[in-house]
């Protein structure tokens, strides 16, 4: 199996997410006071502070510089859509889009779907709170999970990435 990934064109009218419910689009950065994305794609040319973020039927697509920011008792909760160009893709970094994502103390991280980021290394640790998902796929240049608890699972994967293998990590 192998995914060939098509990079979303470059939208106009990019401005900063501030509001607590934010829609699809262009966005230079996102806010730690937004809560709730609703389904679909967005484009993120900035920094995504997490907060306590969640969002289902979402891809966020980081360029430029695009980067997920987590620090101490953030939670992030997304779930892929199912269907689209961007099925089973949750989160889907430009591939030279270096910056990488590391987490804070007490980080909840519950994303199902894949996680692109093969430019950028991940780092989760620190009293890190793994929800247990069923389908979660990390493709990055290095992941490093450390000092948590919970389960990061492929095992639902098989119909929307067959013939893959996967991993499941129990911390």
């Known amino acids: 199996w192998r995914w060939r990934p098509t990079w979303p064109a470059a939208p106009t009218g990019c401005a ?3 509001a607590t419910i934010l ?3 262009c966005y230079t950065s996102i806010a730690d006071t937004v809560t ?9 040319t900035g920094p995504v502070n997490i907060g306590n973020l969640s969002g289902s039927g979402v891809t966020l697509y980081l360029t430029s ?3 997920l ?3 101490n008792n953030m939670k992030l909760h997304l779930t892929a859509p199912t269907s689209g ?14 910056n990488g994502f590391a987490t804070g103390q007490n980080f909840t991280f519950d994303v199902n779907g894949a996680i692109y980021m ?20 990390v493709i990055a240049r290095t992941v490093y999970i450390r000092n948590g608890n919970g389960i990061l699972s492929s095992s639902g994967c098989a119909a929307t990435y067959p013939g893959a293998t996967y991993l499941s990590v129990q911390l």
């Open 23 to 25: 829609t699809p689009g």
């Open 69 to 71: 920011v987590g620090g």
């Open 36 to 44: 709730t994305l609703t389904s679909g794609t967005y484009y993120i």
């Open 16 to 18: 900063a997410g501030t």
């Open 85 to 98: 160009s961007y099925a089973g893709v949750a989160i889907f970094q430009d591939r030279t889009d270096a």
């Open 65 to 67: 510089a695009g980067q």
């Open 118 to 137: 093969p430019g950028a290394d991940i780092v989760m640790q620190n009293s890190l709170n793994l929800a247990t998902t069923n389908c979660t796929v």
